[in-house]
């Protein structure tokens, strides 16, 4: 099942298979962003020690 995205452009609502998805998340964890997403890990878990107490909504 294709939608027509303006006059030319199609967007297939088809997922791919497991293996592909398998195989794109093997790549992304060896990217370049995928590991300056990792390092920021222990900022965020003491970002979110620092904030345990605040009442940050009203």
Known sequence: MNI????????SLE????????????SYRKSQQYMKMINLYPTL????????DENLIE
Do not use: D, P
């Open 4 to 11: 027509s995205e303006g006059s030319s452009r199609k967007i």
């Open 15 to 26: 997922m791919k298979s497991e293996v592909h998805y398998k195989k794109a998340a093997k």
């Open 45 to 52: 878990q003491n970002t979110l020690i620092e904030c345990r």
